[in-house]
């Protein structure tokens, strides 16, 4: 019982950039149609990147709201679907 558990833990156990992959294979830009741009200058302003990276407590979180942060939309139907 007990080796059966340490197989699967090993089986869940990724290294942080092979779940970063995951994540960006999972989350990927098709889910960021139709965005605006907005310069680097309002992100490096706002500080809202640092936000993005120390605030959610998963790392997959941590991606998805990045993603979100760096690409609005103006369509308000899609970003309540978000």
Not at 15 to 35: F, N, R, V, W
Request: aromatic share 8%; proline share 2%; charged share 40%.
């Amino acid at each position: 019982m007990e080796k059966e558990k340490e197989d699967i833990q090993k089986l869940f156990d990724f290294s942080k950039d092979k779940k970063q992959a995951i994540i960006g294979e999972i989350l990927s830009d098709k889910i960021l149609y139709d965005s605006i741009h907005v310069s680097d200058d309002v992100y490096k302003d706002t500080s809202i990147d640092t936000w993005c990276k120390t605030l959610p407590l998963l790392d997959g979180s941590k991606y998805l709201i990045g993603k979100f942060a760096r690409n609005p939309i103006k369509d308000k139907t899609l970003l309540r679907q978000r």
